[in-house]
């Protein structure tokens, strides 16, 4: 029940662009499920990912989402290896100074700034299954500030199919939005008030820019302009 | 029945026009005069300027969070059965808050505890970290109360239309086990809030990380300075809520910050019903009268008054707010664009002894750390001058105050 055959030419095929937030990193997948992503990857894909321009078809929600994820990716073993620069008064906690005190576990980096600090960061997962059960996906590069992968918190899907047929399970910020970047994936319903961010531009924005989130309160995506609690 | 009490209610405000009318009159108006509620919150408001007041402002109209559904959720509390098996499917035996009670003094009492303990004031998925094993809930300062199947940190499942969410209620943040029990209201400054955020998404070293326990930074500022947890069984004695004194206090002001604080950590999705806003601010309002008074007759009585008197007043010792400048604390929480008044409330200091951070942003730990020269934390240095054996009197006196 661990990871998944990688396919590094695969990879590279399928690496455009990058997750909304949380690194630069992407998944890969299975040559099996190529041809699927092939043929919905307009244009880029990452974590599985699919970013759709064009509105083709419709579903229970009357439109796709631009971001969805068709299918489970397994995420690479690459992680950035940049050079550790830590200045002489760093202004923050320093609990590493190289990537070679990152031993705790795979794929240790020393990443930090002035604001977070230095610390290790790992690969927490290679794949949603090596995340608890539940409703989990393994975000590749998703991790805070850090490219990192790691096992987001629960929502209600790993992949389009369980959202039923013609479903979309599309990645989803908490209530810190762009702070903390994507936190769990959720279905679209037919309850949702918006699909994508663009739906939101026409929100209120005196108290943030808005963007289309789920909402696990009324259950549905809502746009919201919340950064963090208050 | 409700209903018709409350009908009731409005028709004794009036027929006593003369009369200037009480509290649970008040209350009938809030719920039921749209125009009352406005006014409720406009009067409350310090500093129309900031971010909190100008949200509410803009947005507590009828036409706004007054057309949001009203949210009373099937719930049942978490218990320690629950760790490790994740969400529960709803079942019958859940239920809403019964909200039909008259509208008097017990029964709005009495909502208001069941509202305390059980309605979910804020959906957080991030939870389901917490209670992935026996010992998560220790992990991120989460009470159990009690032995065997006991309740887990005042945490509710709630029953939403996307499915079943972990939810907090007040009781999470403002409720402290001590003996047998737990003591209602007082402050649970060993959650630690961001710890639980950080674990959520995969061990992240966000700022919400170096809140540390009891601490949470409710501001959307996009500056760190989390507030400590307050002591909400002192909240009567407060002349300004919120740390950085931002709303001018009755228990009508607090009825509309509690509405609105439900409306807004549901991300402007929901609200809460009115009678339960109320009811949940009557009780904090009654939950004073268990707080010990202060022994003015001891010797540390006298040494109180000499040296904090001035702020910390009467039997409430509370008082005015305080400017900034003049309290020389960490001025990072008054200073929020968000809340900011220019000043720090003077916060009771009835029930002081059960708190375990002290000041604005939690940065003293105990009375014996705010009353010590050496301290590293600035400001508030009242009480230095004192000899070794007043500065005994004025900490058995303080220690009196659990």
């Known amino acids: 029940m661990r990871r998944k055959t990688l396919t590094i030419l695969a990879a590279t095929a399928l690496s455009v662009g990058a997750c909304a937030e949380g690194g630069e990193r992407s998944g890969t997948t299975d040559t099996t499920q190529i041809d699927s992503l092939v043929t919905d990857t307009l244009p880029g894909d990452t974590n599985g990912i699919v970013e759709d321009t064009a509105v083709s078809d419709t579903t229970t929600t009357g439109r796709v989402p631009l971001k969805h994820r068709p299918e489970a990716v397994a995420c690479d073993h690459e992680r ?54 539940g409703a989990q996906v393994c975000e590749c590069g998703g991790g805070f500030r850090s490219d990192h992968n790691v096992c987001l918190g629960q929502g209600n899907c790993q992949v389009d199919a369980d959202c039923g047929a013609g479903g979309y399970c599309s990645p989803s910020y908490g209530d810190c939005g ?19 961010d663009a739906d939101c531009d026409g929100e209120p924005s005196s108290f943030g820019t808005p963007y289309c989130a789920y909402n696990p309160t009324a259950g549905k995506w809502m746009c919201s302009s919340q950064q963090c609690a208050g | 029945m409700r209903r018709v009490a409350l009908a009731l209610a409005l028709v004794a405000v009036a027929a006593c026009a003369d009369d200037p009318p009480g509290d649970l009159d008040l209350g009938a108006r809030y719920v039921a005069e749209p125009d009352y509620r406005r006014d409720v919150l406009v009067r409350s408001l ?58 008097e003094d017990a029964a709005l009492t009495s909502l208001g505890a069941r509202a305390f303990t059980d309605y979910p004031a804020q959906v957080e998925p991030a939870l389901m970290v917490a209670l992935e094993d026996a010992d998560g809930p220790e992990r ?4 159990i109360d009690g032995e065997g199947d006991a309740r887990v940190g005042g945490l509710v499942w709630a029953e939403t239309p996307g499915g079943v969410q972990p939810a907090f209620t007040c009781a999470s943040c403002h409720a402290t086990p001590a003996g047998d029990g737990l003591v209602l209201g007082a402050p649970n400054h060993a959650i630690d809030y961001g710890a639980l ?26 500056l760190s300075n989390p507030t400590v947890i307050a002591d909400l069984r002192a909240v009567r004695f407060q002349e300004r809520l919120n740390r ?5 206090n009755d228990v009508m002001a607090l009825t509309a910050r509690l509405e609105t604080a439900v409306i807004t950590n549901s991300g402007q999705a929901v609200r809460p019903p009115r009678e339960l806003a109320f009811a949940l601010a009557w009780y904090l309002w009654g939950l004073g009268d268990d707080l010990a008074t202060p022994d003015w007759d001891s010797p540390g009585g006298a040494v109180f008054q000499r040296e904090c008197g001035s702020c910390h007043r009467g039997d409430g010792l509370a008082g005015p ?62 009480g230095y001058g004192l000899d070794d054996a007043d500065r005994a009197y004025l900490l058995a006196f303080l220690r009196d105050l659990p």
């Open chain 2, 321 to 382: 707010p305080i400017a900034l400048s003049a309290i020389a604390t960490d001025a990072t929480v008054g200073e929020s664009p968000w809340r900011g008044t220019g000043s720090y409330q003077t916060t009771s200091l009835r029930g002081v002894a059960s708190r375990g951070r002290l000041l604005a942003g939690g940065g003293v730990p105990s009375l014996e750390a705010l009353v010590d020269p050496s301290r590293a934390e600035g400001g508030h240095r009242y």
């Open chain 2, 197 to 222: 955020l950080d674990a959520s998404h995969g061990d992240a070293h966000t700022s919400a990380g170096r809140w540390g326990p009891g601490r949470v930074d409710v501001t959307p500022d996009e």
């Open chain 1, 178 to 196: 762009d702070y903390l970047g994507v936190v769990a994936y959720y279905c679209h319903t037919d309850a949702d008030e918006c699909i994508d």
């Open chain 1, 80 to 133: 950035v290896d940049n050079v550790v620069s830590i200045p002489d008064n760093p202004g923050a906690p320093v609990d590493c100074e190289s990537h070679d005190d990152c031993v705790g576990g795979e794929n240790g980096r020393c990443v930090g700034n002035t604001h977070d600090g230095w610390y290790c960061t790992y690969d927490r997962c290679f794949g949603d299954g090596d995340c608890s059960p």
């Open chain 2, 46 to 103: 310090v500093n129309p300027d900031n971010g909190y007041s100008a949200l509410r402002l803009e947005r507590f109209t009828e036409e706004t969070w007054g057309a949001l559904p009203v949210w009373n959720p099937r719930v049942r509390p978490v218990r320690a059965s629950d760790l490790g098996a994740g969400r529960p499917p709803p079942d019958p035996s859940w239920a809403p808050i019964d909200l039909d009670v008259a509208w």
């Open chain 2, 244 to 248: 950085a004194a931002t709303i001018d």
């Open chain 2, 140 to 143: 991120f300062g989460l009470w």
